[in-house]
């Protein structure tokens, strides 16, 4: 099995990744077809690809995302999975506000959380 990765994705993931199952970068989600950021066949033959999306991406063009979702749901991919990076919790004493957090780039550990 291999896990195809999007060009935009994170180098950082990847090598993760590469350490347990090969990888292949290549442009998924700007192909013809509209696949999400991570790509790979399960052992039944089915395609599953995952959606990777911060918080606050999330929360600052909900209509954005809905409609990737909705393309990529639709792409005939037999399973689709988000994948929401970050904690979004509400503030205290605000009826509409939401504080996010998510690691630095340059944190080794997620201890500066």
């Not at 399973?79 to 939401?98: D, H, M, N």
Request: proline residues 5%; negative net charge; hydrophobic residues 35%.
């Amino acid at each position: 099995m291999t896990i195809m990765v999007d060009i935009y994705e994170p180098q950082e993931i990847e090598d993760i990744l590469k350490q347990v199952i090969p990888t292949i970068r290549m442009s998924l989600n700007h192909s013809e077809e509209g696949f999400a950021d991570y790509l790979w066949f399960a052992i039944d033959g089915h395609r599953i690809q995952v959606e990777r999306k911060q918080v606050p991406e999330i929360l600052s063009s909900l209509d954005d995302t809905e409609e990737q979702l909705g393309r990529e749901v639709s792409n005939g991919v037999e399973e689709t999975i988000l994948l929401i990076e970050g904690v979004c919790s509400p503030v205290p004493g605000f009826s509409r506000a939401t504080q996010t957090y998510i690691k630095p780039k340059n944190s080794k550990s997620g201890k500066d959380l």
